[in-house]
């Protein structure tokens, strides 16, 4: 007679632990937004806009490439708008499927984004004019970066994410390089090792999750 599944043997605490393990593991991932999702967009925003700001103002006040003044500013706000869309449509995916602190702590971390930008532009705002327009720049840029790897950071606090930890580390120690180093410098920093480092942060998530 052909044994039916409650005639099969029952498995040994090795293959129980191990099966448990690969099921949480399934579980987790399929209620993990696809970090490619996540980060990709904004590295590559990141990655463009930075580079058209350095070929446009770069060091000591040169043009590499003559480029229309208001083009790179452009370019990179659609770059964001773009980039917000896409990681907040990959995370509503995944929240709609949870309810409780973990939608509650998502929500309120992604208004403190929204909360903390606005306030830093209508700050910076305040003393663009009375700056040289390459350290009006700098105070732009290198202030928004420094508030990305913050958040960065803060999130991991919140969500124990250790690699989201190292990319807001990382993130603000290729800010403070770019800052010291100066104008039109910076820009190019935060597009090669920012950008590059959120493309690279997507794929070794997805690799992990995979």
């Not at 732009?140 to 958040?151: H, I, K, Q, R, S």
């Amino acid at each position: 007679m052909t044994p039916i599944d409650d005639d099969a043997p029952p498995l040994d605490p090795a293959e129980s632990l191990a099966l448990i393990e690969r099921e949480r593991h399934n579980f987790g991932r399929d209620l993990s937004p696809d970090p490619r999702m996540m980060f990709w967009p904004w590295g590559i925003a990141w990655l463009v806009g930075f580079t058209l700001f350095f070929l446009r103002f770069g060091p000591d006040g040169r043009v590499l490439v003559d480029l229309p003044d208001w083009l790179p500013l452009l370019v990179l706000a659609l770059l964001m708008v773009a980039a917000g869309i896409t990681t907040g449509f990959a995370g509503s995916r995944v929240s709609r499927r949870i309810s409780g602190p973990s939608t509650r702590q998502g929500a309120m971390y992604g208004v403190s984004w929204s909360v903390a930008f606005t306030a830093f532009s209508i700050l910076f705002a305040q003393f663009s004019d009375v700056l040289p327009e390459e350290k009006a720049g700098l105070l732009w840029a290198g202030g928004m970066v420094a508030l990305t790897g913050a958040l960065h950071m803060a999130g991991a606090a919140i969500w124990n994410d250790r690699d989201m930890f190292v990319l807001g580390a990382w993130t603000s120690v290729v800010n403070i390089a770019g800052i010291l180093i100066g104008p039109g410098w910076h820009a190019l920093i935060v597009a090669v090792a920012g950008g590059g480092g959120m493309i690279a942060a997507g794929l070794i998530g997805w690799l992990r999750l995979r």
